[in-house]
């Protein structure tokens, strides 16, 4: 009917005109489909495997990049914090230029809030690095020294997870685009923080890939490089508990202590969380 309408306004001069006020003769054209070229372009293997066959990847196809569990702790560095009454998906991740890299995470990452806070890539892939140092036992002493503020930090090292978080008051609002979410996991977010989210949406997605989806209820004081530390997250996850204890620590010094709730959460939607992402979630139960 779109298209009808369409052609009848042209029809009319442009004066907007509906369909069904045309005096056109409407029938159904001869139809006709050419498969050529599917049967060039496309591998049809129903009924006729060819297991042998190397899969080619073009180059812009690339693959997730492995996401780990939840650490029984937690520490995130604030690599945006944004203080608009709304932050968009659009925000999040722009479209338009971004569509030509879906399939290649890393890529399309580059992009997050780059219209919002260019700094944002950059910081969340310093805390990403000093994680994949963690992890293999290179830990930088910054970290270290870090930890040391809320406990024993070379003890601490062991059991705490390194990433970023993003704060924005009310984020996700816009599109369900998948990307505003995943594209801030492949470079090490953990967490978001905020007062509330704009879609249930957003923070479905945020859970899908393993962005623990904080909300505060007092005003957030924490800026850009400030850290907060949450200890016993995955127990207290797993355990249901809706409130948990929180330090903010400051890159300037000095601490403060917070109150992060994770409410309502199904019991999947913690596993999703607790094995780092929906993929982790699925390929552990069909493994």
């Given at each position: 009917m779109?298209?009808?309408?369409?052609?009848?306004?042209?029809?009319n001069?442009?004066?907007?005109?509906?369909?069904?006020?045309?005096?056109?003769?409407?029938?159904?054209?001869?139809?006709?489909?050419?498969?050529?070229?599917?049967?060039?372009?496309?591998?049809?293997?129903?009924?006729?495997?060819?297991?042998?066959?190397?899969?080619?990847?073009?180059?812009?196809?690339?693959?997730?990049?492995?996401?780990?569990?939840?650490?029984?702790?937690?520490l995130?560095?604030?690599?945006?914090?944004?203080?608009?009454?709304?932050?968009?998906?659009?925000?999040?991740?722009?479209?338009?230029?971004?569509?030509?890299?879906?399939?290649?995470?890393?890529?399309?990452?580059?992009?997050?809030?780059?219209?919002?806070?260019?700094?944002?890539?950059?910081?969340?892939?310093?805390?990403?690095?000093?994680?994949?140092?963690?992890?293999?036992?290179?830990?930088?002493?910054a970290?270290?020294?870090?930890?040391?503020?809320?406990?024993?930090?070379?003890?601490?090292?062991?059991?705490?997870?390194?990433?970023?978080?993003?704060?924005?008051?009310?984020?996700?609002?816009?599109?369900?685009?998948?990307?505003?979410?995943?594209?801030?996991?492949?470079?090490?977010?953990?967490?978001?923080?905020?007062?509330s989210?704009?879609?249930?949406?957003?923070?479905?997605n945020?859970?899908?890939?393993?962005?623990?989806?904080?909300?505060?209820?007092?005003?957030?004081?924490?800026?850009?490089?400030?850290?907060?530390?949450?200890?016993?997250?995955?127990?207290?996850?797993?355990?249901?508990?809706?409130?948990?204890?929180?330090?903010?620590?400051?890159?300037?010094?000095?601490?403060?202590?917070?109150?992060?709730?994770?409410?309502?959460?199904?019991?999947d939607?913690?596993?999703?969380?607790?094995?780092?992402?929906?993929?982790?979630?699925?390929?552990?139960?069909?493994?």
């Open positions: 779109d298209a009808r309408s369409i052609a009848a306004t042209a029809r001069g442009g004066k907007i005109t509906p369909a069904t006020e045309t005096d056109c003769d409407i029938r159904p054209l001869p139809y006709r489909f050419d498969a050529s070229p599917y049967e060039k372009r496309v591998y049809n293997g129903i009924g006729n495997p060819q297991p042998g066959t190397e899969l080619v990847m073009g180059p812009n196809i690339t693959d997730w990049p492995e996401i780990q569990p939840l650490a029984d702790n937690l995130v560095e604030l690599a945006a914090v944004l203080r608009d009454e709304v932050t968009t998906t659009d925000e999040l991740i722009p479209s338009g230029e971004t569509s030509s890299y879906r399939s290649n995470p890393l890529r399309l990452a580059e992009f997050t809030l780059s219209r919002r806070e260019p700094q944002y890539v950059p910081r969340a892939k310093a805390a990403a690095m000093a994680e994949a140092d963690r992890l293999s036992g290179k830990a930088p002493a970290l270290t020294s870090l930890l040391n503020r809320v406990g024993d930090g070379e003890a601490l090292l062991k059991t705490t997870q390194f990433g970023s978080a993003i704060y924005a008051n009310k984020p996700g609002d816009g599109s369900a685009r998948e990307q505003a979410a995943s594209c801030q996991r492949v470079l090490g977010g953990c967490a978001n923080f905020c007062r989210f704009a879609t249930k949406r957003y923070r479905s945020c859970i899908n890939w393993g962005i623990l989806p904080f909300t505060l209820e007092e005003d957030f004081t924490g800026e850009n490089g400030d850290c907060i530390f949450i200890p016993g997250v995955r127990e207290a996850l797993a355990a249901g508990k809706e409130a948990l204890p929180a330090t903010l620590l400051r890159s300037g010094g000095g601490t403060e202590s917070l109150t992060l709730h994770l409410q309502n959460l199904t019991e939607e913690r596993e999703i969380l607790l094995d780092g992402c929906l993929m982790n979630y699925y390929r552990k139960r069909n493994s």
